[in-house]
């Protein structure tokens, strides 16, 4: 085996690890080729030989003008998922439809502070750094809900870094230790004001959508979100269940 088989063989291991550990998220952009090139003082030939094997093996995917990302688990089918204080809240869990091609349109992300609405939701005082997301998501295409999220930086120190148009926010969270587990749930029907009708493409003679707050703690108990859902209720359908008694 000669020297740039074994330094290939290292590197692929290298970014496969990675990858299992969640270091490099689903969804996540790689460095470049010339900047993996540079890191492992290797040639960026070689670099480019190894991202084929593992575009071939399914761990990566190569889009033309953006760059190489890491490959996110095929889901060519979501299902509907009923709310309850121990189910997962994600978006995904509120689809009716199957083979629904889901994906996000970021409008805007950043740290808020003395904003005592928000810091008395995540049970924080005024002075804590709370980091906002603010997303439209998409059903091939359509906007089907937008989403305002709200979590603290204590937890999330690096969350500026990541880009959650293509990364999930819960596998960046389930990375840190603190994935939301159990949740606190409301649920109304509220009247959509003009942005909500302009991000959702609502009809004119559409005025109500869904609206659901979302409190969501890790396992051990800590608060680590508070989401603000509005939905479209003639493309998502929203089911609560209850514990037998």
Same mark, same amino acid.
């Given at each position: 085996m000669s020297n740039d088989?074994?330094?290939?063989?290292?590197?692929? #291991?290298?970014?496969?690890?990675? $990858?299992?550990t969640q270091e490099y998220l689903p969804g996540e952009l790689l460095p470049s080729e010339r900047d993996f090139a540079t890191m492992y003082s290797v040639s960026r030939y070689l670099i480019h030989d190894i991202f084929d094997e593992l575009i071939s093996q399914h761990y990566l995917i190569r889009v033309h003008g953006k760059g190489?990302? &890491?490959?996110?688990?095929?889901? +060519?089918? &979501?299902?509907l998922g &009923?709310? +309850?204080?121990?189910? +997962?809240?994600s978006f995904t869990s509120l689809v009716r439809n199957f083979g629904i091609e889901i994906s996000n349109k970021c409008l805007g992300t950043g740290i808020i502070k003395n904003r005592k609405y928000f810091a008395d939701k995540l049970g924080l005082s005024e002075e804590d750094e709370i980091y906002g997301i603010h997303r439209i998501r998409l059903g /091939?295409? =359509?906007?089907?809900?937008?989403?305002?999220t709200y979590v603290p930086i204590h937890f999330f120190s690096d969350i500026d /870094? @990541? /880009?959650? *148009?293509? $990364?999930?926010? @819960?596998? @960046?969270?389930k990375s840190k /230790?603190?994935?939301? &587990?159990?949740? +606190? =749930?409301?649920?109304?029907?509220? =009247?959509?004001? =003009?942005?909500?009708?302009?991000?959702?493409?609502?009809?004119?003679a559409t005025s109500i959508v869904n609206y659901i707050e979302f409190i969501g703690y890790d396992e051990n108990g800590n608060l680590v *979100?508070?989401?603000? #859902? @509005?939905?479209?209720?003639?493309?998502?359908?929203?089911?609560?269940?209850t514990n037998d008694i």
């Open positions: 088989d074994v330094l290939a063989a290292q590197i692929k #291991s290298s970014i496969i690890t990675k $990858i299992k190489t990302f &890491v490959r996110k688990p095929e889901q +060519n089918r &979501v299902a &009923v709310l +309850n204080e121990s189910k +997962n809240a /091939n295409k =359509e906007p089907l809900a937008i989403e305002f /870094n @990541y /880009n959650f *148009e293509h $990364i999930s926010l @819960y596998d @960046y969270m /230790n603190h994935l939301p &587990v159990k949740f +606190n =749930e409301t649920m109304m029907m509220v =009247e959509a004001g =003009e942005k909500l009708q302009k991000h959702l493409h609502l009809p004119s *979100e508070y989401t603000e #859902s @509005y939905s479209r209720p003639d493309k998502l359908e929203v089911r609560f269940v």
